[in-house]
């Protein structure tokens, strides 16, 4: 049985709650990513900012890129656990149709885990149910 830690990218880089939005873009063209997770001074996760938040719920609603990450959180995170089967992986993304998820270790951000990275450890079948459950709206 695999385990997300076996999946995920470790020690990703955070946007910390009082960053603003612009820093959050900057960061991620840097890095060339397209979600960071949202964490506290404590490395605790907050919630996960990506780059449609960063359109679709801050510039199209006339948000200035002051604005802190902290002040888009939406509320608590959905992670999954850096122990957890990929079978819990792969129903967390299914159950809330994301595309990426941190990996939490107790309450610390150990990791990130994208759709690409299960794409990579699983068979071709299950990877097609895997997409067609997070294509469904």
């Keep these: 049985m695999t385990a997300v830690r076996e999946l995920m990218t470790r020690d990703p880089a955070c946007v910390e709650t009082d960053q603003t939005l ?66 819990e992986l792969f129903a967390t993304m299914t159950q809330y149709q994301v595309k990426r998820l941190p990996v939490i270790d107790g309450q610390m951000l150990v990791g990130i885990v994208t759709i690409a990275d299960a794409a990579k450890a699983l068979s071709s079948p299950t990877v097609g149910q895997l997409t067609d459950a997070l294509s469904t709206a």
């Design 22 to 87: 612009q820093e959050a873009a900057e960061i991620m063209s840097r890095l060339g990513v397209g979600a960071l997770p949202i964490c506290g001074p404590d490395r605790k996760i907050k919630g996960v900012l990506t780059d449609r938040d960063l359109v679709v719920r801050a510039l199209a609603e006339g948000k200035s890129l002051s604005t802190t990450a902290g002040e888009l959180n939406q509320g608590e995170a959905v992670t999954v656990g850096a122990d957890d089967p990929a079978e």
